[in-house]
C-alpha cells in the first residue's frame, strides 16, 4: 500500500517540477523518475496480481491508476517538434481522457487530418471505433477551446488545453493565458488521479480487512 502512494506521489511531483520543459531538456532528476516509475510501476502490478488474483476491481484500478500517471508524461513534457509529436500528444491525451472523462473531446478532430496522423504508429489513434465515440462530429456550434459552464460546474476537462499549450497563440499574451488554461486543467487531472489513488488503496485496506474476518 505505501508502495503504491509513494510511487504515485513521487512521479506526479516530478512531473510538477518539470512541468513546460520539453523532454529532450528533462533534468537528470526527472529521466531518474521516469525509469524509477517504470520499474514500481511493474513490482505493483506483479504484487496485487499475486496477493489479489481474484480482486479484479482492485488490479482494474490500479491499471487504470498507472496508465494515466503514465500517459500524462507525454502530455507535460510537451511534444517534440513536427507532426510526430502533436500525434504522440494526441494519442497520450486520449488515454487520460479514457479513464478520466465520458464527454466528448473538445478537440477538434481536423486536427489529425492537418498533423497526418495516419502515418505514425500512435496505438490510441488505430482504434477507429473508439474515435469516433471521443470525437463530436463538427457541426458549427462547438467552441473547440473551451468547455461549456456546466462542465466547469462539475469539473470536466478541457482537453482542448491540454493538447494545444504550446500551439494556441504565438503572442505573449496569448501564450500566457494557454500556460495559465493548462495549468488549471492539469490540476483538475492531477486530482482526478490522486482521488482515484485514495479509493484505490481504500480498496485494498477493505480487502486485507475481510481477509482477517
Known amino acids: 500500500m ?17 512541468l513546460g520543459a520539453y523532454a ?10 521516469v525509469v524509477q516509475w517504470q520499474k514500481s510501476r ?5 504484487k496485487l496480481d ?22 500524462i508524461r507525454g502530455i507535460v513534457s510537451g511534444p517534440s517538434p513536427g507532426e510526430y509529436g502533436m500525434c504522440y500528444k494526441l494519442g497520450r491525451v486520449l488515454e487520460v481522457q479514457a479513464v478520466y472523462s465520458t464527454q466528448p473531446l473538445n478537440i477538434d478532430p481536423d486536427v489529425m487530418e492537418a498533423y497526418h496522423c495516419d502515418r505514425y504508429a500512435v496505438s490510441s489513434l488505430q482504434n477507429s471505433s473508439h474515435l ?3 470525437f463530436p462530429l463538427k457541426d458549427g456550434e462547438i467552441n473547440w477551446n473551451v468547455t461549456t459552464k456546466d462542465d466547469e460546474k462539475d469539473g470536466e476537462i478541457n482537453w482542448n488545453a491540454l493538447f494545444l499549450r504550446h500551439y494556441t497563440s504565438k503572442t505573449p499574451e496569448g501564450i500566457t493565458a494557454a500556460h495559465s488554461e493548462f495549468g488549471k486543467n492539469y490540476e483538475k487531472l492531477e486530482k482526478r488521479i490522486n ?16 481477509a482477517f474476518e
Open 2 to 18: 505505501d508502495e503504491i502512494n509513494e510511487a504515485a506521489a513521487n512521479t506526479l511531483t516530478s512531473y510538477q517540477i518539470n
Open 24 to 33: 529532450r531538456n528533462a533534468t537528470e532528476d526527472y529521466l531518474d523518475s
Open 42 to 46: 511493474n513490482i505493483i502490478g506483479s
Open 50 to 71: 499475486l496477493y489479489y488474483p481474484d480482486d479484479t476491481q482492485i488490479r482494474s484500478n490500479w491499471k487504470n491508476l498507472s496508465n494515466a500517471i503514465e500517459a
Open 132 to 134: 469516433k465515440k471521443v
Open 195 to 210: 482521488d482515484d489513488k485514495a479509493k484505490l488503496l481504500t480498496a485494498v485496506i477493505e480487502s486485507n480487512i475481510r
